[in-house]
């Protein structure tokens, strides 16, 4: 990824704010881009406008993107669709599969207070973007938002976003409509032009308040506990133990080196694999790649053979491909070099692989 031609941030400068602010779900871009095409913007003519390879980033919906990617695209898209309100607009019409398994549990819960517990315990699956918190005050629950991404442009659609978004669980509560939002805070400034502070309240349905100490949704505290339209408690037991399994799994500085693996297994595939290439799709340089690397205990030629045995074992499982159509694919010039290559990895030639696969088979 290359910063904006017009943008004065520098190579090094994207590097760190990567590292400092984190990744997403690939799956949350592609809802970002689904939803840009509703508007008649072209996801295609954002990619181009930042030399963005957007087929790859997107490859894996799993896979991670670092922040400052979407920062950039939602700053194009604003030059091609000037709406001062886009992210909370685009609130209204994204759906909560883009948020994975958080997304699903949140359907299944019974209550507010299990919808946010969910959020604050999970939301490092969906993203490094932000915090969720719940704070009480005498008859009152602030449902606070806050965003750790350094762009204020951006800081401000993505907290309208996620608070706009917010709106779907209480919407959900079957036992009663009125007086469910007390009021919205939001801590950047208000809008230069006053007259949409009125959409603000119409979409929110409540007073919403500007330059406040936090941005949070304002509820009454009875209202935390009021049922939701469909809990599913056998579902849910079942999403939280694979968020907990999911969550257990990821290390302690997780989001790059899940983006480096995710990005390379498309880069092997696509036959790009030099480690100044997967910088760039990073957004990072080669140097940072390294150190982050250095720091996980591993380097880029054994991340390479990992992932390269990964993809071997897996396509070694399809009869229908020859030993030579799957060194090409792995970007060895020769079937033979492969054979070497994955005698040295498993102790194994191709065939004996395959053939012990086809024994042990059922």
Aim: glycine share 4%.
């Amino acid at each position: 990824m290359k910063p904006l031609a017009q943008s004065t941030t520098s190579t090094s400068a994207i590097a760190d704010e990567a590292e400092s602010q984190g990744f997403f779900l690939a799956s949350i871009l592609l809802d970002v881009l689904e939803t840009l095409r509703s508007r008649g913007i072209s996801a295609e003519a954002i990619g181009r406008a930042l030399d963005l390879d957007l087929d790859s980033l997107l490859a894996d919906p799993n896979g991670w993107v670092p922040i400052p990617v979407l920062e950039n695209v939602l700053r194009q898209a604003l030059v091609l669709f000037p709406d001062p309100l886009m992210g909370l607009h685009a609130s209204q019409s994204e759906s909560d599969a883009a948020f994975g398994v958080l997304g699903y549990l949140n359907q299944t819960c019974a209550t507010l207070q299990e919808v946010f517990t969910a959020k604050t315990r999970y939301e490092r699956l969906v993203s490094d973007m932000g915090s969720t918190s719940l704070r009480q005050e005498p008859g009152v629950v602030f449902c606070c938002w806050d965003c750790n991404a350094l762009d204020p442009v951006f800081v401000r659609h993505a907290t309208e976003f996620l608070l706009g978004q917010w709106l779907r669980h209480i919407h959900s509560i079957r036992e009663q409509k009125e007086g469910l939002l007390l009021r919205v805070h939001f801590r950047h400034a208000p809008p230069e032009n006053l007259q949409l502070l009125k959409e603000y309240e119409s979409i929110f349905a409540c007073p919403v308040y500007f330059n406040q100490p936090e941005s949070a949704l304002v509820v009454p505290t009875p209202v935390m506990t009021l049922r939701l339209r469909n809990p599913n408690p056998g579902l849910q037991a079942t999403l939280e133990r694979h968020a907990h399994l999911l969550l257990s799994e990821r290390d302690t500085a997780p989001s790059l080196i899940n983006q480096i693996r995710s990005r390379l297994r498309v880069l092997l595939m696509e036959g790009s694999i030099s480690r100044d290439h997967l910088a760039e799709e990073l957004g990072i340089s080669s140097r940072h790649l390294h150190r982050q690397l250095q720091k996980a205990g591993s380097s880029y030629r054994e991340l390479v053979d990992d992932i390269r045995i990964e993809l071997a074992k897996a396509l070694l499982q399809d009869n229908s491909l020859t030993v030579d159509a799957i060194s090409r694919r792995l970007n060895f010039k020769e079937g033979p070099s492969f054979s070497r290559w994955f005698r040295e990895m498993t102790g194994q030639t191709p065939g004996e692989y395959r053939r012990q696969l086809q024994t042990s088979a059922p």
